[in-house]
């Protein structure tokens, strides 16, 4: 007997990556399994992401290109899951009424027994304050870095964001549930972990905060890399750094999302630092781990943005030099308390400070590697290069991408490596 397939679309962040393996997990146990052609299935989950307009706007279209599947296999059920779902709520069917499931990021517990519902379109939108989705096990899309989600939701209210209106409340998952999962991605060959959250460095579950849980699966044996993100700047504090600093498998890379360089732009963002105390945390990464690398979000043309408050945001950056950077056009979203400010800075005004620190940022990034030619790095070979299939690739702790132009290389091998070019985000090494 064939057994019924599915499958999953994942757009936006990690997190999303993350759930999408947990809706597998859970469709996996019902004997589903997992298809790369839509055409072949039996469910199709779209996991959707509203953070900026266009990305939203993608996945609704993605979603409407699969209707015409329902002709030869009108059985078939197709959901929107994730934050659009649970942004968009029933609404959506009044435009789209081809679609059976709606369902936020809290609701995907229950995929199993919406398999043979006869009423439908089923939505259920309501978030949750504890779920966390403890006890079921990912079913991984990943060969080589395992995902494993610490805490689910954000408390911050950013006045840009709508991530904590379609996540919800923060909350943490018990420290033995992930050391248990953690343990298992071992056991299962995944020797790089990646602790995931929305805001992971405001994890707090009984008395443990981050930097214990950090040192937790630090001394999980078999783990030789763990990696996190993303944290807030708020809640980087000298104990993470000193868990960093002394534990040679957690890499040396921090996300830090500065967003704005100018203070009265980042208090109007909500994002509870200066500019001088952002430079501070900076200095004080470095002076824990020298070589860290250090990447950042970047939002330009947010309301109220001069020229002069833009001017900051170069300022920070070439103070910083960051290794990499996300740069990104404000987009006011619903809900938010900055989509009640006027959305000021014109269109092409947006382009082009947009222009501006994506300039400044290659010229960085370039610049951070080209330091690095001649160093013999340790990087984790991950996969395959997408232009030449012969050329595998890796990361270097630091979470710099490196190509092997020859040599031969196991995916899944920390191997050494000396750095011989530097082009664009890429680094080239020879195995040594
Ligand atoms: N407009 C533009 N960028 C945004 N981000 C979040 N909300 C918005 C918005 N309304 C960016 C931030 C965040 C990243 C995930 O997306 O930089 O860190
Ligand atoms: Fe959004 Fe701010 Fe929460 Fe990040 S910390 S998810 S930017 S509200």
């Avoid at 979470?399 to 196991?410: F, M, P, S, W, Y």
């Amino acid at each position: 007997m064939n057994s019924k397939k599915y499958y999953i679309e994942t757009y936006g962040c990690q997190m999303n990556e993350a759930d999408s393996e947990i809706m597998a997990g859970l469709l996996e146990r019902v004997n589903y399994t997992s298809t790369y052609l839509p055409e072949e299935a039996d469910i199709i989950l779209v996991n959707t992401c509203s953070v900026r307009q266009g990305a939203d706007n993608r996945a609704i279209a993605r979603l409407s290109q699969f209707k015409h599947l329902k002709k030869q296999n009108p059985d078939l059920l197709l959901g929107l899951v994730g934050c659009v779902a649970q942004r968009d709520k029933g609404k959506i069917l009044e435009e789209k009424p081809f679609i059976d499931l709606v369902l936020g990021p809290d609701t995907y517990r229950q995929i199993p027994e919406l398999l043979n519902k006869q009423e439908l379109p089923f939505v259920d939108v309501h978030l949750s304050k504890q779920e966390v989705y403890d006890g079921l096990t990912p079913f991984r899309n990943t060969r080589v870095n395992a995902w494993v989600s610490i805490m689910r939701g954000c408390d911050k209210f950013c006045s840009y964001c709508i991530v904590p209106f379609t996540r919800g409340r923060e909350r943490s998952r018990s420290v033995k549930s992930i050391v248990e999962e953690v343990r298992q991605a071992v056991s299962g060959g995944y020797i790089e972990v990646t602790l995931l959250g929305q805001n992971v460095n405001s994890y707090c579950y009984e008395e443990n905060r981050f930097p214990d849980l950090l040192l937790t699966v630090a001394e999980i044996p078999g783990v030789k890399r763990i990696r996190f993100t993303s944290p807030h700047p708020e809640d980087v504090d000298e104990a993470m750094l000193e868990v960093m600093h002394e534990h040679e498998n957690i890499c040396k890379h921090i996300h830090l999302p500065l967003q704005a360089g100018s203070t009265k732009i980042l208090k109007s963002m909500n994002r509870t630092y200066t500019q001088e105390e952002y430079l501070n945390l900076v200095d004080k990464i470095r002076k824990y781990m020298p070589g860290c690398g250090i990447t950042t979000d970047i939002i330009v043309g947010f309301p109220g943005e001069t020229q002069d408050d833009f001017n900051d945001t170069l300022y920070v950056m070439d103070q910083v030099v960051f290794d990499n950077a996300y740069m990104f056009k404000y987009s006011p979203r619903p809900n938010t308390s900055a989509a009640k400010l006027p959305d000021d800075v014109l269109g092409k005004e947006k382009s082009e400070r947009l222009n501006a620190v994506i300039e400044k940022q290659k010229v960085h990034t370039l610049q951070k590697n080209k330091a690095l030619i001649g160093t013999v790095q340790s990087i984790l070979v991950d996969g395959v290069s997408k232009k030449d299939s012969n050329e595998k690739i890796g990361r270097t702790d630091t979470n710099k991408l490196v190509i092997l132009k020859e040599g031969n290389a196991d995916i899944g091998n920390i191997i050494n490596v000396q750095i011989i070019d530097a082009a664009g985000v890429s680094l080239f090494g020879k195995i040594q």
